[in-house]
């Protein structure tokens, strides 16, 4: 039995951060629990953190967000507020260390970029229509290549199931940047997947895997959910165990997903554990109740008869 959970919205499992780390350096996806440090961001307020471009928080009112524990490894950080330009550097995490990185953020003046923000924030809060509009602001502003403004246009019409118009902004983009976007290539995968071409999305992941140095939790979970349609269950879970290690606990859902795959494949242990995890992560969600419904009836079919 593979339980069907509604309000479960898959597309938060590839569209949620919607950026996709794309190059190295990166860290180990090996765990290493002895060796794990702790980053401290310090930023203004409300000012959103992401590590090798996965979103691990926002700031709290004293500027102030502690991650911990963080594998070792190189990371790209960035920091993102509204109405501030973006803050970018590079930190060598090593073992058991614990690392301060202080955000400049001065006031952003390019309107354009402005406007992309606003869009950002609108798609984030799933206002696309707005979103749309907001885009395309940005891109009259421009006037000229913008790659990203387009990237995230995209987005938002492919959760409007604008499809066609999805996929022209995403070509674009590519073209913009020389078919060199690992981002432009997630969304494309993620367009022809909704459309149910499921072949042609996995080698458009399997590109963007590539070109990202094998470290993209986003690509890693859309082409586990293309291979998953396509019926390679097991090469599905793989690549969803390696974007649920690369995105650090940070999107519950994925486990959700990946105890569907484990009950589906009829690992039916392994799809409790998942599931749990999933309640740890999440136990107010919509769906836990119906979740906790699930691991209750499969415990039941574990047990032994009598």
């Given at each position: 039995?593979?339980?069907?959970?509604?309000?479960?919205?898959?597309?938060?499992?590839?569209?949620?951060?919607?950026?996709?780390?794309?190059?190295?350096?990166?860290?180990?996806?090996?765990?290493?629990?002895?060796?794990?440090?702790?980053?401290?961001?310090?930023?203004?307020?409300?000012?959103?953190?992401?590590?090798?471009?996965?979103?691990?928080?926002?700031?709290?009112?004293?500027?102030?967000?502690?991650?911990?524990?963080?594998?070792?490894?190189?990371?790209?950080?960035?920091?993102?507020?509204?109405?501030?330009?973006?803050?970018?550097?590079?930190?060598?995490?090593?073992?058991?260390?614990?690392?301060?990185?202080?955000?400049?953020?001065?006031?952003?003046?390019?309107?354009?970029?402005?406007?992309?923000?606003?869009?950002?924030?609108?798609?984030?809060?799933?206002?696309?229509?707005?979103?749309?509009?907001?885009?395309?602001?940005?891109?009259?502003?421009?006037?000229?290549?913008?790659?990203?403004?387009?990237?995230?246009?995209?987005?938002?019409?492919?959760?409007?199931?604008?499809?066609?118009?999805?996929?022209?902004?995403?070509?674009?983009?590519?073209?913009?940047?020389?078919?060199?976007?690992?981002e432009a290539r997630?969304?494309?995968g993620n367009i022809?997947?909704?459309?149910?071409?499921?072949?042609?999305?996995?080698?458009?992941?399997?590109?963007?895997?590539?070109?990202?140095?094998?470290?993209?939790?986003?690509?890693?979970?859309?082409?586990?959910?293309?291979?998953?349609?396509?019926?390679?269950?097991?090469?599905?879970?793989?690549?969803?165990?390696?974007?649920?290690?690369?995105?650090?606990?940070?999107?519950?859902?994925?486990?959700?997903?990946?105890?569907?795959?484990?009950?589906?494949?009829?690992?039916?242990?392994?799809?409790?554990?998942?599931?749990?995890?999933?309640?740890?992560?999440?136990?107010?969600?919509?769906?836990?109740?119906?979740?906790?419904?699930?691991?209750?009836?499969?415990?039941?079919?574990?047990?032994?008869?009598?």
């Amino acid at each position: 039995m593979r339980p069907v959970i509604m309000g479960v919205a898959l597309s938060l499992a590839v569209c949620r951060s919607g950026i996709a780390y794309q190059g190295e350096p990166k860290p180990s996806d090996r765990r290493s629990p002895s060796a794990k440090a702790t980053v401290t961001i310090q930023a203004l307020p409300g000012t959103t953190v992401y590590l090798n471009d996965v979103r691990r928080g926002t700031t709290d009112a004293q500027g102030r967000l502690v991650l911990s524990p963080v594998e070792p490894g190189r990371y790209r950080v960035r920091a993102r507020k509204l109405g501030r330009r973006d803050f970018h550097t590079s930190v060598l995490v090593r073992s058991g260390s614990s690392l301060r990185v202080r955000a400049v953020q001065p006031i952003l003046t390019d309107k354009a970029e402005l406007a992309r923000q606003r869009a950002d924030d609108l798609r984030e809060r799933k206002a696309h229509e707005a979103a749309v509009a907001e885009y395309t602001k940005a891109l009259a502003a421009r006037r000229g290549p913008f790659p990203q403004a387009r990237i995230g246009l995209a987005r938002s019409l492919l959760a409007l199931e604008r499809y066609e118009e999805a996929a022209a902004q995403v070509r674009r983009a590519l073209r913009e940047t020389k078919g060199q976007s690992v981002e432009a290539r997630i969304v494309l995968g993620n367009i022809l997947r909704a459309e149910g071409l499921y072949e042609d999305a996995v080698a458009e992941y399997r590109r963007a895997l590539r070109q990202a140095g094998n470290f993209s939790p986003e690509a890693h979970t859309g082409l586990a959910l293309a291979l998953d349609e396509m019926g390679e269950h097991a090469e599905a879970i793989h690549h969803l165990r390696i974007a649920i290690r690369q995105n650090a606990d940070t999107e519950p859902v994925l486990y959700y997903l990946l105890g569907n795959m484990l009950q589906t494949d009829g690992k039916t242990a392994e799809a409790i554990a998942a599931y749990e995890k999933f309640l740890e992560l999440a136990p107010r969600s919509e769906t836990a109740p119906a979740i906790r419904s699930v691991v209750e009836q499969l415990r039941k079919e574990l047990k032994p008869d009598g």
